[in-house]
């Protein structure tokens, strides 16, 4: 069983930046890929952002590349989304999520799930 909870999110103009945060609770954080996800109001949950177990491999949506970066500390068993340009249309709840398997896109391959962050910009 996982426990995550996520932290960091809040109001920011555009152009700003936030990190957001996911700790697990847990001995076996080392051992899950985690995933950012994200849903905007009126909108289907969609995929951010994966890193792999050991933090090797990354995956980004397109709308995010070049301006949000993944990242993990096994030792703090926590998961980082680093955002930065951030647009109108990044506002959402943010979920970060694990898998224990590798890394994937899809929302429905992951078993567990925080209770989310909200993220605004302003333009």
């Known amino acids: 069983q996982v426990q995550l909870v996520e932290s960091g999110g809040g109001l920011v103009q555009a152009g700003g930046s936030l990190r957001l945060s996911c700790t697990a609770s847990?001995?076996?954080?080392?051992?899950?890929?985690m995933g950012w996800f994200r849903q905007a109001p009126g909108k289907e949950r969609e995929f951010v952002a994966a890193i792999s177990w050991r933090g090797g491999s990354t995956d980004y949506a397109d709308s995010v590349k070049g301006r949000f970066t993944i990242s993990r500390d096994n030792g703090k068993n926590t998961m980082y989304l680093q955002m930065n340009s951030l647009k109108p249309e990044d506002t959402a709840v943010y979920y970060c999520a694990a898998r224990a398997s590798i890394s994937s896109r899809g929302r429905y391959e992951y078993d567990y799930w925080g209770q989310g962050t909200q993220v605004a910009v302003s333009s």
């Open positions: 847990g001995r076996t954080f080392s051992s899950y890929a």
